[in-house]
């Protein structure tokens, strides 16, 4: 799927802005009520998520549907043009309404959709745009809502002996099955754009290296009667190569290639022109691959430095907000860092294309998160997870796949991959193949697994990359470093045997900033350095963990619970973007780490 993009024969013209809004009270599930809008509509902005723009508990509370509403008049000067409604993403469940009348659903909140307008409205025609939104996980949604009344650290135990009292904690409650908060809305833009009747529909672009030249197989999708030509420009716009025709091979002579930072993240533009129609396509002339327990960035072994990240901001909630990630961006080369993973979900489309443009490395997650934590039944053969699953996979492949920042897909964070482990297996390998099978540069393929018995565990060992969460030192033999140590080099020993690329995802203790001790004592900031100087050292000592992911770049906001104060404070930074101290031993640390050989 194509990023909506402004040039000669495409405009854009963007919905964002105040919306009027309002909560359901639980009796028109989705379906629109001219009148109740209208009584209960107050002021809203767009994108981002409803629950922290207002004080009342209910806006960050509220489990079930909400309507947001504006008018809109098509500009005439588009005439005769294709016109199309994007969503960037609507958290998790949408109805779109045009004048009353559905004319989309579409279910996942961090992925794209679009509405065709062909024959229900026109250039010229004001009308009324409704979306109805719903904000409910459970287990056929992903991320994964736990529908037996338990939630993530959260806690329905009453107490003796009050069992009533549960039954209200549990009603009407979303139960996330995961450590984020549940922020719901339209949480990115929305647009209107217009493109030639006859237009472009998909680029696909499949880079590679033949000694010094840069090969590009493409694929150009088109709806309509035209010729397809292509033009290869180099980042100061002159055209270094052509090609004319649907598909082909381009050969760009003397490449320069794409590199994480510090070294050049080199782009090139793919110039499409079908009819009257023209995309320009950034990309770059990158190869990804596993060999051995080495993971190759251009044929060189690369060790990721980064960390997993949240879209999380105050009032913004999880709202697209461009000036925190260029700031995030520029603090990623602060800390001398490469490399993040989009956990818990696929993040908004022009992240990517800043990391393109800043070197920053890729693990794209899909928003598969919780599926079996904390059940007695096997997940994968009680829910009905798999069709959904597969078109997130594919939808995600579709809007990512030409980004050379990244280089590997994860197909979800901690679901269970131990207590029925046959079954996860077959789920898993069988949803590795199928994600391979999509991806036109076919990138290495991976999940991310739970802290577990992993001698148990039979999946997470198929994988192109072994990914894990681990907490010793933290949750597991809390406070003793020494015992943790030991743990992890006994669990450092069986991977070595399984002989793959491994990436610590995640590893992180909570910390209070400001919070200091001589003796380095959990949630004080002398702890969390000493856990990463501990466990990095360990680490440092096995060649096969190709990289390192401290849990999380910023603290985050979460769901209240007993384990949570004011969130999730694993961060390196706070939520606000200031700086631990562990945030200044990674920048110390990963000065010295270089991107290509570090442990050769
Ligand atoms: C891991 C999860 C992550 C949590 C983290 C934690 O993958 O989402 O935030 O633990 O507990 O299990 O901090």
């Not at 943790?484 to 590893?507: M, R, S």
Request: hydrophobic share 35%; proline share 5%.
């Amino acid at each position: 799927m194509l990023y909506p993009r402004m040039n000669d024969k495409r405009s854009v013209i963007s919905l964002d802005g105040v919306w009027r809004f309002c909560l359901d009270d639980g009796t028109h599930q989705g379906d629109i009520d001219e009148d109740f809008i209208a009584h209960n509509a107050e002021i809203i902005s767009v994108p981002a998520s409803y629950n922290d723009q207002k004080d009342e508990p209910r806006y960050r509370e509220h489990c079930g549907w909400a309507y947001y509403e504006r008018r809109f008049t098509i500009p005439r000067f588009l005439v005769g043009q294709r016109l199309v409604l994007r969503f960037d993403a609507v958290t998790h469940f949408a109805r779109v309404f045009i004048d009353g009348r559905l004319v989309k659903e579409h279910k996942g909140g961090f992925l794209p959709f679009e509405v065709e307008l062909d024959g229900i409205v026109e250039a010229g025609d004001d009308f009324l745009l409704q979306v109805a939104v719903d904000n409910r996980v459970s287990h056929s949604t992903l991320p994964v809502g736990n529908e037996e009344g338990t939630a993530f650290f959260g806690s329905d135990n009453a107490g003796v002996p009050s069992v009533e009292a549960a039954k209200v904690w549990r009603t009407k409650r979303n139960l996330p099955n995961f450590d984020f908060f549940n922020y719901a809305g339209i949480n990115r833009s929305v647009r209107l754009y217009s493109t030639p009747k006859d237009h472009i529909r998909d680029i696909v672009l499949v880079p590679s290296i033949d000694g010094e030249d840069g090969i590009v197989d493409y694929c150009v999708e088109t709806v309509g009667d035209g010729d397809v030509s292509i033009d290869i420009l180099s980042r100061e716009g002159d055209v270094v190569a052509h090609a004319d025709g649907r598909t082909g091979r381009i050969v760009i002579a003397h490449a320069r290639l794409w590199n994480p930072y510090p070294d050049d993240p080199y782009l090139y533009t793919a110039r499409v022109t079908f009819a009257e129609d023209r995309y320009d396509e950034r990309f770059g002339i990158r190869t990804v691959k596993v060999d051995g327990h080495r993971f190759l960035i251009n044929g060189k072994p690369f060790f990721f430095k980064g960390f997993g990240k949240h879209e999380d901001s105050a009032i913004h909630g999880r709202g697209f907000d461009l000036a925190y990630d260029v700031r995030d961006m520029s603090l990623i080369r602060w800390l001398n860092a490469n490399s993040f993973r989009t956990s818990h979900y696929p993040y908004a489309e022009e992240i990517y294309d800043l990391a393109d443009e800043q070197g920053v490395v890729i693990i794209d997650e899909t928003p598969a998160v919780g599926i079996g934590a904390g059940l007695s039944t096997d997940p994968y053969a009680t829910f009905d997870i798999r069709s959904h699953h597969e078109d997130v996979i594919r939808d995600l492949i579709a809007r990512d796949k030409n980004h050379p920042s990244v280089v590997m897909w994860s197909m979800a964070n901690e679901p269970d991959s131990e207590h029925f482990p046959e079954s996860a297996r077959d789920y898993w390998t069988s949803l590795y193949r199928y994600t391979h099978s999509l991806d036109p540069q076919d990138r290495p393929v991976t999940f991310v697994c739970c802290q577990n018995n992993y001698e148990r565990d039979l999946a997470t060992r198929e994988m192109d990359v072994v990914c894990i969460n681990r907490y010793y030192g933290w949750y597991n033999l809390s406070g003793d470093m020494d015992a943790a140590c030991h743990a992890w080099n006994i669990e450092l020993d069986f991977w070595q045997g399984i002989d793959k690329p491994l990436i610590v995802t995640e590893y992180g203790a909570d910390t209070l900033p400001g919070h200091h001790l001589t003796v380095p004592e959990m949630f004080s900031e002398e702890f969390q350095v000493m856990y990463y100087e501990r466990t990095n050292a360990e680490l440092d000592r096995r060649d096969f963990v190709v990289g390192e992911h401290p849990w999380n770049f910023a603290d985050f906001n979460t769901i209240q619970g007993v384990y949570r104060a004011d969130g999730n404070r694993k961060g390196l930074l706070t939520r606000d973007r200031k700086p631990k101290m562990a945030a200044h031993y990674f920048r110390r640390r990963w000065g010295g780490i270089p991107n290509f050989g570090y442990k050769e």
